[in-house]
């Protein structure tokens, strides 16, 4: 069985940190990539970044570019997002989500071709 956890998330003021963290167990990781989306009341699912297991690559949306860092642990069973200069506008809840692909459904615009998702995390940047 596929799971994914996502947690880490709470209130942070405007500026400060958080890490988030996406437990994975059920499936071949090296066949796959993690990605981390967010989502605001009102606005549409975003993705944020993704690491792919299958070569090594990560990805970066703009809004996460220079702020977010993804990374995992050896074993392959536990993504990070670490999140600095956090801002009001990052408040969403965040989620972790398998791609079968080298991150190229977390990159485009449509995540229906995403393979799994796990619970969300509730971040929230007060100003």
């Known amino acids: 069985e596929v799971q994914l956890q996502a947690s880490g998330g709470g209130l942070v003021q405007a500026g400060g940190s958080l890490r988030l963290s996406c437990a994975a167990s059920?499936?071949?990781?090296?066949?796959?990539?993690i990605g981390w989306f967010r989502q605001a009341p009102g606005k549409e699912r975003e993705g944020l970044s993704c690491i792919s297991f299958s070569d090594g690559n990560t990805y970066y949306a703009d809004s996460a570019k220079g702020r977010f860092t993804i990374s995992s642990d050896n074993a392959k069973t536990t993504v990070y997002l670490q999140m600095n200069s956090l801002k009001p506008e990052d408040t969403a809840v965040y989620y972790c989500a398998v791609d079968p692909t080298p991150c190229t459904v977390v990159a485009g615009d449509d995540y229906s071709g995403m393979d799994y998702w796990g619970t969300g995390t509730q971040v929230t940047v007060s100003s």
């Open positions: 059920g499936f071949t990781v090296d066949d796959n990539a």
